[in-house]
């Protein structure tokens, strides 16, 4: 019953653990500013700049970086309005696995937060959140085609295993037959002997028979 608890908890804590969470908070992006805190579980700091990378890109800006910091200037998003905003944005590992993306939204003067900006702070909580989901679904797929190919493996060495098996019982199979099939011809051999043993008796009592005949002629 311990080991039983102590496992859901593990499970609660790993569920908890492998959620995509997004906190508005000051983030430090080329400066402390207000912003926006994305934890993703999954993925490396590398492949998640990759990712956020196209994500950001599809904002319709002019992407660049320098040293960790990402740039974004000129975004339009249709459902942010017609003005153009400029994005700041880091990566960091997360020790734990994943990585924590801190991101800044720059509207023309003024840093993006709840606030002030309500309607649109909810419209990159929800980016983000959907870019966060997306992003560990994306690394999780690779972790799954990993494992895949490792199971496929895996499956095909046991296959090989059960043939080589089926072979050896059917060598096995195979020599028993055969030794039955010897003991037979043996048997066969033994009574072939007897008779031929015979027929050298009573060959040999003919010769015997013909040298008499031969020595009796005088």
């Not at 905003?85 to 990566?91: C, R």
């Not at 059917?170 to 007897?194: L, M, T």
């Amino acid at each position: 019953m311990k080991k039983l608890t102590t496992l859901f908890v593990a499970l609660i804590a790993f569920g908890t653990y492998a959620q995509v969470k997004v906190d508005e908070k000051k983030v430090n992006v080329d400066g402390t500013k207000e912003g926006f805190y994305l934890t993703i579980p999954y993925g490396t700091q590398k492949e998640l700049e990759k990712e956020l990378k196209d994500e950001l890109k599809s904002w319709k800006g002019s992407y660049s970086t320098s040293g960790d910091i990402i740039k974004v200037d000129d975004c339009k998003l249709k459902e942010m309005g017609e003005n153009t905003f400029d994005v700041f944005a880091k990566v960091e590992e997360n020790p734990d696995g994943g990585a924590f993306i801190s991101v800044a939204v720059d509207l023309g003067g003024a840093y993006l937060n709840s606030s002030d900006h309500s309607a649109q702070a909810k419209i990159i909580n929800t980016r983000l959140y959907k870019f966060g989901v997306n992003a560990s679904k994306n690394m999780v797929g690779e972790e799954i085609k990993i494992e895949e190919k490792l199971l496929k493996e895996q499956e095909k060495e046991l296959k090989d295993l059960e043939k080589e098996q089926e072979k050896l019982e059917k060598e096995i199979e195979d020599y028993h037959k055969k030794i039955e099939e010897n003991k037979k011809a043996i048997e066969e051999s033994k009574k072939n002997q007897e008779t031929k043993k015979g027929e050298i008796k009573t060959q040999t009592e003919k010769l015997k028979a013909v040298e008499k005949k031969k020595a009796d002629i005088k």
